[in-house]
């Protein structure tokens, strides 16, 4: 079955700085895949999306991605975190058989001053 | 403003009682979704519809149901038969195979 993982329920980090979530994906073949952020109460706001091409994708707020298909990954990474950055991450995909996108469980990240 | 726009922010559903969220866009967008979030699962898909009078199951679709009778409207109603209703809904919709675009949310209590 299709599926998204995120491994990471929680993580911590200190402002300033780096900051990595992972996501692993399950499909046949390469998904469509997306990172979205979302505040407490709030819908989701996509931080960037991969179709295909550079495996390095750059997105709003200072966020990057890398797609890299032997490790089936599309981690997340921002290299200084600011205290506005704590939210919850979903990593989602989709093929063009279901069209519809799978989420990951979501990653809830603190920032500590 | 282009935008999805769900209502209410809150409801409350009484045992028994079938309840109707709204979702409307104005994005010109065929596709649109139903997903239902609860703490530590993500979301799960509840419905989806890639045009007009059509619409497809998701993963949890019993208890729900659906129309899509206009474009711009994509209504679930959540049933009596759906026992555990409480969660935050999230409508969405998109180009098809581009990324989805989401709505604020209503939050469903069972009271």
């Known amino acids: 079955a299709q599926s998204v993982t995120q491994p990471d329920i929680h993580i911590t980090v200190s402002e300033g700085a780096s900051l990595e979530l992972r996501c692993n994906y399950s499909?046949?073949?390469?998904?469509?895949l997306f990172w979205y952020v979302q505040s407490p109460g709030q819908g989701l706001q996509l931080l960037l999306k991969y179709f295909s091409g550079d495996t390095l994708v750059q997105g709003i707020k200072g966020f990057e991605a890398e797609f890299k298909r032997s490790q089936s990954s599309f981690n997340l990474r921002k290299p200084s975190v600011h205290w506005s950055d704590a939210a919850e991450y979903f990593c989602a995909a989709s093929d063009t058989g279901r069209r519809a996108l799978t989420f990951g469980s979501g990653t809830r990240l603190q920032v500590q001053p | 403003d282009g935008g999805i726009t769900q209502s209410p922010k809150y409801l409350f559903r009484k045992e028994g009682q079938n309840v109707t969220l709204s979702c409307e866009q104005n994005?010109?967008?065929?596709?649109m979704y139903w997903y239902r979030q609860d703490p530590g699962q993500g979301l799960r898909l509840i419905y989806y519809s890639q045009i007009v009078n059509d619409f497809q199951k998701g993963d949890i679709a019993e208890g729900y149901s659906v129309s899509r009778e206009k474009k711009e409207s994509f209504p679930l109603t959540v049933t009596s038969a759906q026992k555990n209703p409480t969660a935050f809904y999230l409508c969405?919709?998109?180009?098809?195979?581009?990324?989805?675009?989401f709505g604020q949310g209503t939050r469903l209590t069972v009271v």
């Open positions: 994005l010109n967008h065929d596709a």
């Open positions: 969405a919709s998109s180009i098809i195979n581009r990324e989805a675009f």
């Open positions: 499909y046949g073949a390469t998904p469509y």
